[in-house]
Nanobody
């Protein structure tokens, strides 16, 4: 399974970015985004079930929106009102059913840098 993430970059505080992550397979369950800032542990940013139930970290509620296109096996993260503390490598993940159980797969990460 391959996950291709894109959309990261450098943006000024208050700006917006949209991340995308496309999976190479079907039978996808939950999808999500995590991030890891320098010197910190990886943390959940947002997740979305196949039925589009969403969950957000408190730090991004009201600013970030996660969505998915099941026909394209793609998950998106719209990030608005970005802050310098949002600077991190963002990783997408998907849960895929393999016939008898679910497995989690990770994308390669895309760097988001927010300047003050």
């Amino acid at each position: 399974v391959q996950l291709q993430a894109s959309g990261g970059g450098l943006v000024q505080a208050g700006g917006s970015l949209r991340l995308s992550c496309a999976a190479s397979r079907n039978s996808i369950g939950a999808m999500g985004w995590y991030r890891q800032a320098p010197g910190k542990q990886r943390e959940l940013v947002a997740s979305i079930t196949r039925g589009s139930t969403t969950n957000y970290a408190d730090s991004v509620k009201g600013r970030f929106t996660i969505s998915r296109d099941n026909a394209k096996n793609t998950v998106y993260l719209q990030m608005n009102s970005l802050k310098p503390e949002d600077t991190a490598v963002y990783y997408c993940n998907v849960d895929i059913f393999g016939g008898s159980n679910w497995s989690r797969y990770w994308g390669q990460g895309t760097l988001v840098t927010v300047s003050s």
